[in-house]
């Protein structure tokens, strides 16, 4: 790990102690998240981490970057994942930009002051990613965009919106294409957050667009492109949500052990009845399992840049052991599992949120059995 790595994590661990864990059942509570959590993020230096120096970033490997990601979750993972999507759309902007947007964009998102999002789910198309009806129409020099995105991370707040769009109906995946929105450009229209089981600091809702004019400058992956970029980005987002599911086990194992070790029932600790430890010792395993899952998907993204397989298993398996571990965590916990003095709660929700995030547990069972019907193909 480099010097700044060791630097952006201890900076992560100090801002998730401290400003995340003061605020985070706040933000349950109050179904919100404030704009100021992407200043504080800023300050933290935590808002252009995939991005190099010489951008204003900080430039860590991504399998440090899993490591963070993980340390913040600990606390609450939806604001991590708000997070997480701000910091892939400036890592976006970073990779694919022209000059021009880098220096238009960059600095504002760094500083925080200028929060990202990314579309490209829509209402009715769920996780079939290629089936994208928002049109991005040629019209002169740029485009004109209709259709309507849905589950928009940070769509409470974002200002620009990284917005996949179809150019060419009959190229199918091969006509999306990527463009740069402001969210207050005429035409667009915010959907309000919508009311969910939890998770509120996500700030989900959508977009609709409506004849919005779209110059040639705000292109940034051509069509052709558009979908092998977007799903580059799921790979990583796949493997950050398997490593905020490690995050969020840890906590629950961090919350109950010392009950365990402390509390006595039927005339000794409850550490020493055999079927909790058992059951404490079956969500040691998956974490250990599933970070290791993480940190070897990280690790092909560092040396590739892609982990379609490895991020998909990463992902299935840390999202169900991240609700049966919580969930096994409530219950060694007793009923005081339920109070808002602890964030198994927040976990157990978030976990649930997990397995719909990025693709469904479903999808990577998709993404496996395709790999293994190629392997084993006469």
């Not at 991590?80 to 990779?95: M, P, W």
């Not at 919580?326 to 976990?351: F, N, T």
């Amino acid at each position: 790990m480099t010097n700044s790595g060791r630097e952006s994590l201890e900076a992560a661990r100090e801002f998730a102690n401290g400003y995340v864990k003061q605020n985070a059942a706040g933000w349950e509570l109050s179904r919100s998240m404030p704009r100021e959590f992407f200043l504080a993020a800023s300050d933290a230096g935590l808002c252009g981490l995939l991005v190099p120096p010489e951008q204003g970033g900080k430039g860590i490997g991504f399998s440090t970057f899993v490591q963070i990601v993980e340390t913040l979750a600990y606390v609450d993972f939806a604001s991590t994942f708000a997070l997480i999507v701000h910091n892939n759309h400036v890592r976006a902007i970073g990779t694919s930009g022209t000059a021009s947007q880098v220096n238009k964009w960059l600095p504002e998102m760094i500083a925080g002051r200028m929060i990202g999002a990314f579309l490209l789910t829509e209402p009715q198309g769920g996780s079939d990613a290629a089936a994208i009806a928002t049109v991005a129409v040629a019209d002169g020099d740029g485009f004109v965009l209709n259709g309507e995105k849905a589950w928009v991370t940070n769509s409470s707040h974002a200002d620009l919106l990284n917005v996949f769009a179809q150019t060419n109906r009959d190229s199918g995946a091969n006509g999306i294409a990527s463009f740069q929105v402001p969210s207050d450009s005429r035409g667009v229209t915010r959907i309000p957050a919508y009311d969910m089981l939890g998770g509120y600091a996500f700030g989900a809702g959508g977009f609709r667009f409506e004849n919005v004019r779209v110059e040639a400058d705000q292109l940034l992956v051509p069509s052709g492109q558009g979908f092998r970029s977007a799903m580059s980005g799921i790979d990583i987002a796949r493997t950050v949500v398997s490593a905020m599911c490690c995050g969020m086990l840890q906590s629950g194992i961090d919350c109950v052990m010392p009950r365990l070790l402390k509390r006595r029932a039927f005339g000794r600790p409850l550490s020493e009845q055999q079927g909790l430890q058992w059951q404490i010792a079956d969500v040691a395993t998956d974490l250990h399992a599933s970070r290791l899952m993480a940190l070897d998907a990280a690790r092909l993204i560092d040396q590739d840049g892609a982990a379609r397989i490895e991020a998909a298993h990463a992902k299935k398996f840390a999202t169900r052991a991240a609700l049966g571990g919580i969930s096994a965590c409530m219950q060694a916990m007793g009923a005081d599992g339920l109070k808002q003095e602890y964030p198994l709660a927040r976990h157990l929700v978030a976990a649930r949120i997990a397995q719909f995030l990025d693709g469904t547990t479903e999808i990577q069972n998709v993404v496996i059995s395709r790999k293994l019907q190629e392997k084993y193909k006469d």
